[in-house]
């Protein structure tokens, strides 16, 4: 009896095991799988449908193509007086981000992560505020042509620099997808 026991421990213990890994590396995959190549801020402006200020510094973007739905991620930086004119422009109504008051703990790792384009998570920011806005919420020049919702974080990283993260739910096969750059070495 003792040993049917063991051997019956045995095979639930290793089901758990490669069950749990089996879930662990599909999860792995997903959050480093499948990033399309030469998505460039431009391109995901356009995908969006939201202007970039000319002003903007650091400009960042990435695409994740995913099993069901796409993310596009967009991120910039603005003097901190110009972000705020922008994040009015982007808040349907007039109304304005709000304080990230419950931060998410700062290993929280997203699907479609901006740790990809070498940011922190939004998310995990408490000094961050977030909002966000739906094609059609918007007539203001800088997101009037949205074509998707939108989630929206703005935080003054150092005084007088506030980095805006965009981060958008996409239909899969946007087309075209964004052509890999390459250089004239390749």
């Known amino acids: 009896m003792a040993v049917v026991v063991a051997v019956a421990a045995a095979v639930v213990g290793s089901f758990a095991y490669f069950g749990d890994k089996a879930l662990s590396d599909l999860d792995r995959q997903e959050k480093e799988c499948c990033w399309a190549d030469g998505a460039t801020p431009e391109w995901m402006s356009e995908v969006i449908g939201v202007e970039i200020p000319a002003s903007a510094t650091d400009r960042r973007a990435g695409y994740k193509i995913g099993s069901r739905l796409d993310t596009g991620l967009l991120a910039f930086t603005l003097p901190s007086n110009e972000a705020e004119k922008y994040l009015v422009a982007l808040n349907p109504g007039g109304a304005v981000t ?57 935080h003054e990283f150092k005084p007088g620099s506030t980095r805006i993260y965009l981060r958008s739910t996409i239909e899969p096969a946007v087309s075209p997808l964004p052509t890999p750059i390459v250089s004239a070495g390749d």
């Open 98 to 154: 709000v304080e990230n008051l419950r931060p998410q703990p700062k290993d929280y790792k997203p699907a479609a992560a901006f740790a990809h384009l070498g940011l922190p998570e939004p998310e995990t920011i408490r000094e961050a505020r977030r909002g966000g806005f739906c094609d059609g919420d918007l007539d203001s020049p800088e997101g009037k042509e949205a074509n998707y919702c939108v989630k929206l974080f703005a």
